[in-house]
């Protein structure tokens, strides 16, 4: 873990993901098919994302709830050893830490086996603000919920009190986020997404929300609705940034082979958070989080083994 003081909250789901790849729908006729390799790594959103930033070199916090059991020591220890600060994860006992089996198609498009009873549904209001007052993160610059409708133990009205938390300690406010799960649109999601100062949907998510399909006018929306800027994710597109006064549409970076897409849309907030961290202007903020995520599909899993460095080059290489 970094010895310095967290720069960025992440507040959202820690999981065990284990990655299934290529599975498709003969391994249902068959006795038993062998893989290459199945092995447990860290997944959920917000601790992809505090991994990458802690990659990035920045000082990510995690706020997140676990399991005290084998599942959530595994996880612990490996947020720990990648840089990310975890004093304020939450651990219960009796709780199972999630675990998600990915399956992977050979297209790198993925689907989920969860555990509707674990750990990543159960965090609440009620585990994050006490784990806001720890001294320690008085100095974070951002805060990001990682993603949006994941716990149903965090209403709408949860984080609009949550942001309004954030925002009276002066932090730069961000969310990625799910798919709706209840039919919510922006009558319901409006309130709470009003208070973003950046905003990562991906097309598919924004447009539930919204109602629109195409990507300039479910952009306007969001910012319409108060959202101070809207980095739409568009997969093999790229990005298109919105707010009120810019428009600007980030091509994706050229030639790059989708292995998994796991964890794509988490690299791409973290990535943006860096940039905005190191002061980098909107424009260049959705180039660095493009140049992030096309490393993270190139292997499987939401981590891989890509370096800074090399993100600065495809960033260069696209500007």
Request: a negative charge.
């Amino acid at each position: 873990m970094s010895n310095r003081a967290p720069e960025v909250v992440v507040i959202g789901g820690a999981v065990v993901d284990i990655p299934l790849v290529p599975v498709g729908p003969a391994v249902f006729e068959a006795g038993s098919t062998p893989l290459e390799r199945i092995a447990m790594q860290v997944g959920g959103d917000a601790a992809n994302e505090s991994l990458t930033l802690a990659r990035l070199g920045h000082a990510p916090a995690l706020v997140s709830k676990v399991g005290a059991d084998a599942a959530g020591d595994y996880l612990l220890r490996a947020l720990r050893e990648g840089g990310v600060d975890t004093d304020s994860v939450v651990r219960e006992d009796g709780l199972d830490t999630g675990i998600n089996v990915v399956l992977v198609r050979k297209d790198g498009e993925r689907g989920f086996i969860t555990n509707r009873n674990g750990s990543l549904r159960r965090l609440a209001l009620a585990d994050i603000l006490p784990a806001l007052d720890r001294p320690e993160l008085s100095g974070a610059r951002i805060a990001c919920l990682a993603s949006l409708f994941v716990s149903p133990a965090l209403s709408l009205e949860d984080c609009a009190a949550l942001f309004d938390r954030l925002k009276a300690r002066g932090m730069l406010l961000c969310a990625d986020t799910t798919r709706r799960k209840h039919g919510e649109t922006l009558r319901e999601a409006g309130d709470a997404l009003s208070r973003l100062d950046y905003f990562f949907p991906n097309l598919e998510e924004a447009a539930l929300l919204t109602g629109e399909d195409d990507p300039d006018a479910t952009a306007a929306a969001l910012v319409d609705c108060g959202v101070k800027h809207v980095a739409l994710k568009l997969g093999g597109r790229g990005c298109l940034l919105r707010s009120a006064r810019e428009r600007i549409l980030v091509p994706p970076f050229p030639g790059v082979r989708c292995v998994d897409t796991t964890g794509a849309g988490d690299t791409f907030a973290a990535g943006f958070i860096a940039a905005l961290l190191e002061g980098r202007d909107f424009a260049s903020c959705g180039r660095f989080a493009n140049a992030a995520a096309s490393l993270c599909v190139q292997s499987v899993g939401a981590g891989g083994s890509w370096t800074r460095e090399e993100a600065e080059a495809r960033f260069r290489a696209m500007h």
